[in-house]
């Protein structure tokens, strides 16, 4: 992972020159200002999918939009603007996107003062699909089941799906912001409330910026009990999403097995770690856990028994034809068009591109090891449903052959408590990459930006619905998974 | 292939956690817990300064010194318990699930090396007239007025088949006009309050509202942002409080049931 941080205007141009290339894919687009006030914009690509880059220029007045060039850049953009008040010029949609119309237009709240923001009275305003029998169906922002709120406006002719317009940010939390002036070892609390069902991801995606940012090296013990926390929650998400996948389409009967297996997952981690969701485990410097050699046998079993009940469970789902029947060519993401929005995760993979942080950017104990990294190239539910069986079967592997080699040693070092630095981590998280860039001064952060797999994927949603009929809507979504307050923060 | 599924199914464990063991268990919850006897001033100290939130306090009123604990504010980082040295422990218990907010509130003085005994507050009218109505039949509508889905992912869990809230007769309905109860999470964020208003005012009456996790209770480590309004209790009048960085299922599960005290849970 390299790290490049010139400062000039024509990085910004560069940038964009990047941008353009074959071989780059947008990672994300954020802003920050300097200890002088000035703002900055922050390009952070992905050149050959194997280094990120960072080109940074200062800001005065409006910049070009990146979005003509890569549709990926518009919410990235768009969010620039209601953070920082820094104008895109040519974006084609450059309405509010954190914040409603109870938020004042002239409020950015990373550069303006927010702690007493009147309520404003806006109009938002859906775009519009005309013609005779179309009709708008709007969902949300709650929605019938135990489920994150958000708004999806449908325009529809009959069942078929015209236009899709998502509508997000309700749970928007002003995240960034709340880590500022942080210090280092409290913010990881923060990193952990952002998507509470990947709450390790963010942890640990937290605590590897702060370790860079202080040259620290992780004992191995620690990485290698980081790297079961990863491959423990990854393989609970997907356990659910396969579960959940069986429940849309009316096969109750694999849901409550799945949500069983899961349970038994939860139970097991609360045993050994006293956490059902390894809250608290990651800390700048390692982990606050250590498992005994009586208990490392006992959890892998426990993972191992989960896992193959898991597989046998899925190769039914797979062979069940009223399944295959709804699984199959249902909301298809072309490659193409998951190209043009950068689509990371496993939704990627199963739409033929090939990305994973553990392969192409390994930290820790990753760097020492071989990840498979399955891709399926039909972009529809049933590939997205192959991937998460695939990468279970994978995640289990992987756990077990840490366990069997946990280095020895201690699982946590001190981290200095002041210090100043600016640093980026990346970590494969169950939705895809994840990305923490943390600029620190005197041991507190001063800025905090988080790539969100699911602020990156959710764009390519309404894409994937296009064609489709609205029932099948509650499936696809389903397929992606995505977060709301992840995205949303 | 579906009869191979259920089939496969049929087979599987019975998992589901009986009454005895299912309510006021607190493993997992990482909530902490005071051992009285071992409480001195110079510990007592030392936990309020590890707290990263405000849920450990000292309080010092006509002389005497007392360690208060708003299970409401903590998120379960454990620092309290690393810093304590065995006076403060991971609980056993969690009692203060569905109780009002005072009641989040423990108290002890730290001089006397005992706790501060509350009385257990009155059931509300609501959560009277829902039990004389309903019975033990209770129909939640789940908000998220803007949580981390840490909560969202726990409340699932309850239907699972380990739990099985079915079993107690209640059920998670898909309208707020179906609705007895409201269980809302989060930090009530400035986008969401208008909709969490509107549920409130779709559902009928009696009715009783329950704040859950510590965002829901006291907003939590997101109380002081400016994209959020507070905690549940800014927006809409609430009965019940589950504390909790998420509350477990079986935290949950207890606070569903304390609102309406069918029977004691004494602590």
């Not at chain 1, 709450?199 to 990485?223: G, K, L």
């Not at chain 1, 490659?335 to 496993?346: F, R």
């Not at chain 2, 803007?146 to 898909?174: K, M, Q």
């Amino acid at each position: 992972m390299t790290v490049t941080l010139p400062n000039s205007e024509a990085d910004r141009s560069r940038a964009l020159d990047l941008l353009g290339a074959a071989n780059t894919r947008l990672v994300s687009i954020f802003g920050s200002t300097d200890d002088n006030h000035v703002r900055y914009v922050h390009y952070l690509i992905d050149v050959n999918g194997r280094e990120y880059r960072m080109l940074s220029s200062p800001v005065t007045g409006s910049i070009p939009s990146a979005t003509p060039i890569v549709p990926a850049a518009a919410w990235y953009e768009r969010e620039l603007h209601d953070q920082y008040g820094i104008e895109c010029e040519g974006h084609p949609d450059p309405r509010p996107l954190l914040f409603h119309e109870n938020w004042p237009e002239n409020v950015h709240p990373m550069i303006d003062d927010a702690s007493h923001v009147p309520w404003a009275e806006g109009q938002y305003h859906f775009l519009r699909v005309h013609g005779d029998g179309v009709c708008e169906v709007p969902v949300g922002p709650i929605h019938a089941g135990i489920i994150e709120p958000g708004h999806f406006r449908f325009s529809v002719v009959g069942d078929t799906v015209l236009h899709l317009e998502l509508r997000h940010f309700y749970t928007h939390k002003g995240t960034e912001k709340l880590f500022e002036n942080t210090p280092v070892m409290d913010a990881v609390m923060i990193a952990e409330s952002v998507s509470g069902d990947n709450c390790f991801s963010h942890a640990v995606a937290y605590c590897q910026a702060i370790e860079n940012a202080f040259a620290i090296s992780v004992p191995p013990r620690a990485q290698a009990i980081r790297l079961i926390g990863l491959e423990l929650e990854r393989m609970l998400a997907h356990i659910a999403d396969v579960g959940a996948l069986c429940g849309d389409v009316g096969f109750t009967v694999p849901a409550a097995y799945t949500a069983r297996l899961k349970e038994t997952l939860l139970q097991a981690s609360t045993r050994f770690f006293g956490t059902r969701f390894w809250r608290g485990i990651a800390v700048p410097g390692g982990v606050t856990r250590d498992l005994s050699s009586a208990e490392t046998g006992e959890f892998g079993r426990m993972v191992t028994a989960a896992a193959r009940e898991f597989a046998q469970m899925a190769r039914l789902i797979l062979h069940t034809s009223s399944v295959q029947n709804r699984f199959e060519s249902t909301g298809i993401l072309t490659a193409e068009i998951a190209k043009q929005l950068a689509v990371v995760g496993p939704a990627a993979r199963a739409s033929g591109i090939g990305l994973d942080v553990r392969r192409d950017h390994p930290t820790g104990r990753y760097r020492d090891i071989n990840v498979d990294v399955p891709q399926y190239t039909h972009g529809d539910v049933l590939a997205r449903a192959r991937i998460r069986i695939d990468e279970t079967a994978i995640s289990t592997h992987l756990i077990n052959e840490t366990l069997k080699e946990l280095p020895a040693g201690s699982v946590l070092v001190p981290v200095p408590l002041s210090g100043s630095a600016d640093a980026l981590s990346a970590v494969e998280s169950p939705r895809g990459e994840l990305l923490y860039w943390v600029r620190i001064r005197d041991g507190k952060i001063t800025r905090c930006h988080i790539k969100s797999p699911s602020f990156q994927n959710w764009p390519a949603l309404p894409l994937a619905m296009l064609g489709n009929i609205i029932a099948d809507f509650p499936l696809i979504n389903k397929s992606f998974n995505l977060s709301y307050s992840g995205c949303d923060r | 292939m579906i009869g191979d599924a259920v089939a496969r199914s049929l087979r599987s464990p019975q998992v589901l956690i009986s009454i005895g063991k299912l309510f006021v268990n607190a493993a997992g919850s990482r909530m902490p817990d005071v051992q009285p006897d071992l409480l001195t001033d110079a510990v007592a100290r030392r936990v309020v300064a590890a707290c990263p939130t405000s849920a450990l306090k000292i309080d010092e009123d006509a002389g005497r010194t007392h360690l208060i604990l708003n299970y409401g504010e903590c998120t379960g980082c454990g620092r309290c318990i690393a810093a304590g040295g065995g006076t403060l422990r991971y609980a056993e218990k969690v009692t203060r699930c569905g109780v009002s907010k005072q009641a989040l509130i423990r108290s002890w003085d730290i001089q006397g090396r005992a706790e501060v005994v509350q009385d257990e507050p009155a059931l509300s009218q609501a959560a009277e007239q829902i039990r004389a109505l309903v019975g033990r039949a209770l129909n939640i509508r789940q908000v998220d007025a803007g949580s981390c889905n840490g909560c969202e992912a726990e409340i699932v869990a309850l239907t699972n088949p380990y739990y099985d809230l079915e079993r107690f007769g209640i059920h998670f309905v898909a309208s707020p006009k179906h609705a007895d109860m409201l269980l809302v999470t989060g930090p009530v964020t400035r986008n969401m309050a208008a909709a969490l208003k509107n549920a409130y005012d779709a559902v009928p009456s009696p009715n009783l509202v329950v704040a859950v996790g510590a965002c829901g209770c006291s907003g939590g480590i997101f109380g002081r942002s400016h994209a959020v309004v507070g905690p549940v209790d800014a927006v809409i009048p609430v009965d019940g409080y589950i504390p909790g960085c998420p509350p477990t299922p079986r935290m949950l599960l207890t606070g569903i049931v304390q609102v309406l005290r069918p029977f004691s849970l004494r602590w």
